[in-house]
């Protein structure tokens, strides 16, 4: 058994407990100490509509770069065909590691969200700033049941979006960021 796991009996494991407790949950010189936020990911819909119109449109394109040299020129320039296959295969696999990426929290203060695979992006919005937040959602992500949440402030550079929500969430959370918007820029 691991020293201090979850399975810990007995007074070693609340001796334990009580050292950890220690010195970590009292406020620094500094200031309190931060909560870790609470992230939460986007939805699965968000990645198959993604994957499904990767699909189509190198499948339109496979079908295109195969079958017309084939007709045209000789059978032997069909093999123009793997290459939009190959994309398809990266661009698979990309969108896979693009949507573990996306990530959003709620704090006291502010919404973050973060995103990016090679380029970590962290966009921190605090509520007192937002002036607009809008639910988009158009025909593809309306037929697969998602939404996007636009975040607006004063400054154009802090606009963020969270896309590919279920609606009822996206609702929740447009809702919970404009009455904390509210109350937050009250006091300016």
């Known amino acids: 058994m691991e020293t201090g796991s979850p399975d810990d009996t007995g007074t070693a494991g609340a001796t334990r407990a009580a050292d950890r407790a220690g010195p970590a949950d009292q406020p620094s010189p500094a200031g309190p100490a931060r909560e870790e936020p609470v992230w939460t990911g986007l939805p699965p819909g968000l990645l198959r509509m993604r994957r499904l119109l990767l699909v189509v449109w190198l499948g339109l394109l496979t079908l295109a770069a195969g079958v017309l040299p084939a007709l045209f020129l000789a059978p032997l320039w069909a093999a123009l065909a793997l290459l939009p296959l ?4 990266w661009g698979w696999v990309m969108l896979g590691r693009n949507w573990r990426s996306w990530r959003y929290a ?14 970590r992006e962290e966009t921190v919005v605090p509520y007192g700033r937002m002036q607009l937040v809008e639910v988009t959602s158009g025909p593809v992500e309306r037929h697969f049941g998602l939404a996007s949440v636009q975040l607006h402030t004063a400054a154009a550079a802090t606009d963020a979006t969270i896309p590919g929500l279920d609606p009822a969430e996206a609702e ?8 904390l918007g509210e109350a937050r820029s009250a006091g300016l």
């Open 172 to 179: 929740r959370l447009r809702d919970r960021l404009t009455e």
């Open 86 to 89: 190959a994309l398809l295969a």
């Open 106 to 119: 709620e704090r006291a203060d502010d919404l973050l969200i973060s995103r990016g695979v090679l380029w």
